[in-house]
Each structure stands twice: as C-alpha cells, then as structure tokens.
C-alpha cells in the first residue's frame, strides 16, 4: 500500500474520524503554534482541514509537515481535546514513507540505525569529562540496536527514501 | 519500585557526548542529597523522536523498549536529565503498559534480543525529582551562598511538560516547579512574556531561519524583562539558546548576551560549589552574572 493510500486508509478509519469529528475550524492551534507565528505558511488547523476535505497529496508532498516541533502546545490547548500534534507525527510517518523526508533528518535517522547515538562523542566532551571527573561512557550494543531495527521495516525504508530525501530549507 | 535513592541513570546522546557539563552537575547535586546513580549498561538513545518517531513508529518503541528492559533488570526508575528522553522513554512506557497490541508488537521485536518488557519501573527528570522527591525545604537547606539579587528567566522545555497527561509534573500553561527550585536558591524568578514558548530546536535542521526566528522571540523577550540569565532543565534548549545565541545574534542583526545555565549548575554555584567545579562550558559568558553573585572565576 502506498503512502497516499496509507493516508486515505488512516482517513477512511473510524478511529481518526472519531477523533477528528469535533474539529470546529477553531484555529487554537495555529494560533498558539510556535511555527506558525514565525512562518504563516505553517499551518496546523488548515492541515486538519485538508484531511477532513480529503486533499491528502498535497499534505503528503508538502515539506511544511516537517516543521512541526512536536511542542504539543496545540494538543494541550484544543477546545475539542484532538491530538494535532501526535496526528502530525502520523502524517510525517506517512510523508516519509512517500520518499517526503528531510536529508538531514534521514542522516540522523542513518545514524540511530547504525551506531545507536543521535550524536557522536565530541572530542572537547571526551576531555570535559576527564576534568569533571566523570565515569567512562558506557559502550552502547549496537548490535541489539541493529537486530531490532532489522525486524521493523526501517532499514528497507531508509534504503527507499534515500535517493529522494529533499534539501534543506533555509 | 525500586530503592528511594537509587536510579538508573539515563543522560541521553546529547549530554553524555556532548555536555557533560550538565551530568557532572546533575551528579554533584544528586550525591549531595544522598542519591545514587547506577550506570545503564548497554543503553542508549532514547530514541530521538524527532527522527525515530516521524519516521516510524514501531522502530521507535522498539528502541524504547529495549532502554525500559535495561532498568527493569536493574530493578531501578530511570533518572535523566533531558525532557527529550523523559518524554519518549514515558511516553513508551505508558503506551506498552496500557496498549496490549502495542505491548505485543515491541516484545516481539525484543524477543529477538532475548528481552521482554515488563512495565515495572518509572521514568523521572531530574527537575521532578529534586521538587517532588527531595523537595524545597530539604533543597533550603542546603544552599550556603544565596543567589541574592540574581533575577532569573526560567525555561522549562515543551518535553518536560507536554503532553501533561503523558508528563504529568506540572500545569502545561503555568508550570511553577522550576520558578520554586529557582527561589530556593535565593535568587529571583522574574515574569516574563511568552514563558512557555517552544525554543524551536527541533526543527532546525530542517529550517534554520524558522528554527532562529522561534528562539529570537524568546531571548528578546528575556532580555526586554531585564533578567540577568535564562534557567532551562533541558539540554536541546541548552543548544538553541547558548550555542546557537551568537549565531541567532548576526542572523537578526541583534544583541542578547544572555547567559544560560541548566538549572543544577546554578544550583551547584548556591550548594557553595566553585564555578571551576561545574565545568561551565558555554558559548555565552557568565561573567556578569558571578560578579554580581561576588562568585570568583578566571
């Protein structure tokens, strides 16, 4: 199943249409997104509208699904109590599987896979952490990190996605 | 579950690799009041869920799960430092606890590493733990050079209090937790605008400008409150607004000079402990702030 028939599937499920069925247009959430405020292309309740209306392609294929900070302030503020921002996570899972991914977002992502970190030992913090009298850091299994990994279908997916994550947007 | 003072010790990615800074403070202030950090073995990251979690779920509570499984041998809570693991290491948990389906489909993936997760541990921050297990008056107690005359701009950090129910340690709208443990130390906590205002981190290797502009709005409006420094008790806010705040300085053409510090450090300072002690290494300097704080450094 493609992602766009992922997304009309997700649509299509009874669960989200409970949860997106009190949607009111209100726009708490655009109005207390912090993405929003710099970036009035972003923006949380005209995505809520789009899948309500059906227009998934354009949700899916547009890099501004990516610039939600997950700062769940919508999620705490909808009068009608719906998860914006865990949905938006739904959807960027969805965009990813599309090929719609961010290269430095992959990278990170590449990285998890094979070394376990989401950040390399930085040689001044190997140093700091002598002078601060800090114990080693523990080595992390990589290898229990990678055999679940390979039971998902994340390593074929990134394989996937390689080839068609987007630039950066700055 | 678990014995009081003990822990299983969880600093994440970004702490362990690359501020260490905040563990050793974490740490001295931690073993002043009689807790213990055990070492996880094999653990890692959390995972980042801005990675992990955007690009698949079941990856995701895969990693999650195993990090749980490693402190459910232990038979320890798990203590970090940053909101980042807090919330996905909680937000895993809770979901393989009261999601069978979601419990099922993770021990399948760690049966392939002989594991099974068994919901028996908690995860806690290292801020919640200091206001709810050590507590104020205890913390009072403790502090030796008051930080009289310090007005401090506190940030809390979207993860540590969002989502609330998945959190559950302060009011989301108006967290007061970290204002008290600020006070405590004798300095001041001033009100300012747009407090609970994200620092925009997350984003910025996807849009840097959006990701600057978000963290601008909040170090003007620090600055415009006249506090002398930013308090956070996370470590990707750390990021945003000390190693990134030059940078955001020539992107805006402005001028904030904002110290910051991660809530323990400047704890340590009013447990008596030198600034050499707690290894400050920041991009902004603190300079103004010891002075006024008659605290010496080089």
């Known amino acids: 199943m493609g992602a766009g028939e992922k997304l009309r599937a997700l649509a299509e499920d009874e669960n989200l249409r409970k949860r997106l069925a009190g949607c009111y247009q209100c726009g708490m959430c655009t109005g207390g997104c912090p993405v929003a405020h710099v970036k009035p292309d972003y923006n949380p309740r005209r995505m809520l509208e789009a899948i309500i209306l059906g227009q998934y392609d354009e949700i899916l294929s547009s890099d501004l699904i990516w610039l939600c900070t997950s700062c769940h302030s919508c999620l705490e503020r909808c009068p009608q109590r719906i998860e914006v921002s865990e949905l938006l996570i739904e959807l960027k899972n969805l965009a990813a599987e599309a090929g719609n991914i961010p290269k430095l977002l992959l990278e990170r992502a590449k990285r998890i896979a094979e070394t376990g970190e989401s950040t390399p030992v930085s040689k001044a913090s190997l140093v700091w952490r002598e002078k601060l009298n800090l114990p080693p850091i523990t080595p992390v299994n990589v290898e229990e990190v990678r055999t679940i990994l390979q039971a998902t279908d994340f390593p074929g997916w990134l394989e996937r996605t390689r080839s068609s994550a987007n630039g950066t947007r700055s | ?298």
Request: proline share 5%.
């Open chain 2, 1 to 298: 579950m678990g014995q009081e003072a003990r822990y299983a010790w969880f600093p994440g990615c970004w702490v362990s690799n690359r501020m260490p800074y905040i563990e050793a403070a974490d740490r001295r202030v931690l073993d002043a009041f009689g807790i213990e950090l055990v070492e996880m073995k094999d653990a890692r990251c959390c995972p980042e869920p801005y990675a992990v979690l955007g690009l698949g779920r079941d990856a995701w509570l895969g990693l999650a799960g195993r990090n749980l499984t490693i402190a459910e041998e232990m038979k320890y809570d798990i203590l970090t430092p940053c909101p980042g693991c807090y919330n996905t290491l909680r937000t895993a948990n809770s979901s393989l606890r009261n999601d069978s389906s979601e419990r099922k489909r993770a021990n399948e993936l760690l049966s392939k590493v002989g594991r099974e997760f068994k919901g028996e541990i908690q995860v806690e921050h290292t801020v919640n733990v200091l206001h709810s297990k050590i507590g104020l008056e205890k913390i009072a107690g403790a502090i030796k050079h008051p930080l009289s005359g310090l007005r401090v701009a506190t940030h809390y950090g979207c993860h540590l209090l969002k989502p609330s129910k998945i959190t559950c340690i302060d009011d989301p709208e108006r967290p007061i937790i970290l204002d008290e443990l600020v006070r405590v130390t004798g300095a001041e906590s001033v009100p300012y605008l747009r407090k609970t205002l994200c620092c925009g981190g997350p984003i910025s290797s996807v849009d840097e400008n959006a990701s600057y502009a978000i963290a601008r709005e909040k170090l003007l409006k620090v600055k415009q409150a006249g506090a002398d420094c930013l308090v956070v008790a996370c470590p990707a806010c750390m990021i945003q607004y000390d190693t990134n705040q030059h940078s955001i300085e020539k992107t805006f053409g402005e001028a904030y000079e904002i110290p910051v510090f991660y809530y323990t450090e400047l704890l340590c300072l009013a447990m008596g402990m030198t600034f050499d002690e707690i290894g400050f290494h920041h991009q902004v300097k603190a300079d103004k702030v010891l002075e006024k704080l008659n605290i010496p450094h080089k």
